[in-house]
């Protein structure tokens, strides 16, 4: 086990270290200069990431699946990127799915013995049927929770994509994966609390592979979120906007298309640019592995 005394997220900030007696103001401005640091250190990461972000989009369109794993704030992290890809992105349940140590409770209350046992990752793993079709990534701050080091090692063994996700260069995480993404954000203002900046840059990366990952699958149009789920009156809305802007017609034409596509999105741009019926639409989709762009050239128009 690697001490915490040689980990960057457990040093003390010596910036920080009267924090207890600063004014309020002063306190909190010295959190926003620490958090600030923050897109700079993914900066300097950014070809791992699109790295990570190829290479998991090749496993999604061979059949794989995307698989976060994480113990406290990490896994935390994982759940919730997995679980705003269904209703943005029309994606099933269990394309992108996130595992956190110690379970469903781990989410809303601390179980920090959880992160100790590389077998319960095993455990978790095995249960969602883990191949090497699909891609797992192991989110720890200070590199070296065995939960994630678990986790990883058995990806490896079944031949999964093994990916890295810490805010720590050298650790034994970074160590055995395929791809590490190690944006280091340095000592936290509150040492240890790796929930500040090493959470931050943490979910700035994970938007970055599911996003990147769901544009490359064709789940976006220019800036369109067009398999979006229609689930909700704000979501039922959303795709009307959605399809108005990507066909340029008004809300009543919009609001028809989607009525004809039975809510989708992304169907319903495709008649209204093309003009055609809705099986041919639908077969365009599937030829083009429902990348819009393509359909609609396919299908003799011009997108917008």
Same mark, same amino acid.
């Given at each position: 086990?690697?001490?915490?005394?040689?980990?960057? *997220?457990?040093k003390?900030?010596?910036?920080?270290k009267?924090?207890?007696?600063?004014? *309020?103001?002063?306190? !909190?401005?010295?959190?926003?200069?620490?958090d600030?640091?923050?897109?700079?250190?993914?900066?300097?990461?950014?070809?791992?990431?699109?790295?990570?972000?190829?290479? &998991?989009?090749?496993?999604?369109?061979?059949?794989?699946?995307?698989?976060?794993? =994480?113990?406290?704030?990490?896994?935390r !992290? =994982?759940?919730?990127? @997995?679980?705003?890809?269904?209703?943005t992105?029309?994606?099933d349940?269990?394309?992108v799915?996130?595992?956190?140590?110690?379970g469903?409770?781990?989410?809303?209350?601390?179980k920090?013995?959880?992160?100790?046992?590389?077998?319960?990752?095993?455990e978790? !793993?095995?249960?969602?049927?883990?191949?090497?079709?699909?891609?797992?990534?192991?989110?720890?701050?200070?590199?070296?929770?065995?939960?994630?080091l678990?986790a990883?090692k058995?990806?490896?063994?079944q031949?999964?994509?093994?990916?890295?996700? @810490?805010?720590?260069?050298?650790?034994?995480l970074?160590?055995?994966?395929?791809?590490a993404?190690?944006p280091?954000t340095?000592?936290?203002? &509150?040492?240890?609390?790796? %929930?500040?900046?090493?959470?931050?840059?943490?979910?700035?990366?994970?938007?970055?592979? @599911?996003?990147?990952?769901?544009?490359?699958?064709?789940?976006?149009?220019?800036?369109?979120?067009?398999?979006? %789920?229609a689930t909700?009156?704000?979501?039922?809305?959303?795709?009307?906007?959605i399809?108005?802007?990507?066909?340029?017609?008004g809300? =009543?034409?919009?609001a %028809?298309?989607?009525?004809?596509?039975?809510?989708?999105?992304?169907?319903?741009?495709?008649?209204?640019?093309?003009?055609?019926?809705?099986? *041919?639409?639908?077969?365009?989709?599937?030829?083009?592995?429902?990348? !819009?762009?393509?359909? &609609?050239?396919?299908?003799?128009?011009?997108?917008?």
């Amino acid at each position: 086990m690697v001490s915490l005394d040689t980990i960057t *997220t457990e040093k003390r900030l010596e910036a920080s270290k009267d924090i207890d007696r600063l004014p *309020t103001l002063a306190m !909190l401005r010295l959190l926003n200069e620490e958090d600030a640091q923050v897109p700079r250190a993914v900066e300097k990461v950014l070809p791992a990431i699109a790295k990570a972000v190829d290479a &998991i989009a090749d496993r999604l369109k061979a059949g794989g699946r995307l698989i976060y794993a =994480g113990a406290g704030t990490s896994g935390r !992290l =994982g759940v919730l990127d @997995s679980s705003e890809c269904p209703p943005t992105y029309g994606t099933d349940p269990g394309l992108v799915v996130g595992i956190i140590a110690g379970g469903r409770e781990a989410m809303f209350r601390a179980k920090e013995g959880a992160e100790d046992s590389e077998e319960l990752a095993r455990e978790d !793993l095995r249960a969602l049927l883990l191949t090497e079709c699909d891609a797992l990534v192991a989110i720890a701050a200070s590199g070296r929770t065995p939960y994630a080091l678990g986790a990883l090692k058995y990806a490896r063994e079944q031949g999964a994509l093994a990916i890295a996700l @810490s805010c720590s260069e050298s650790s034994p995480l970074v160590a055995l994966a395929d791809i590490a993404i190690t944006p280091v954000t340095g000592p936290e203002v &509150i040492t240890g609390s790796t %929930r500040m900046k090493a959470g931050t840059a943490q979910k700035l990366v994970l938007n970055m592979l @599911s996003t990147g990952t769901m544009v490359r699958l064709g789940k976006v149009y220019g800036n369109l979120m067009v398999d979006v %789920r229609a689930t909700n009156e704000k979501l039922r809305a959303r795709a009307r906007r959605i399809v108005m802007e990507a066909a340029a017609i008004g809300e =009543g034409e919009a609001a %028809r298309f989607l009525r004809e596509a039975e809510g989708s999105a992304k169907l319903a741009i495709l008649l209204a640019l093309t003009g055609k019926d809705r099986a *041919t639409c639908e077969d365009l989709l599937t030829h083009t592995g429902g990348h !819009l762009r393509e359909a &609609i050239k396919e299908g003799g128009a011009k997108p917008t």
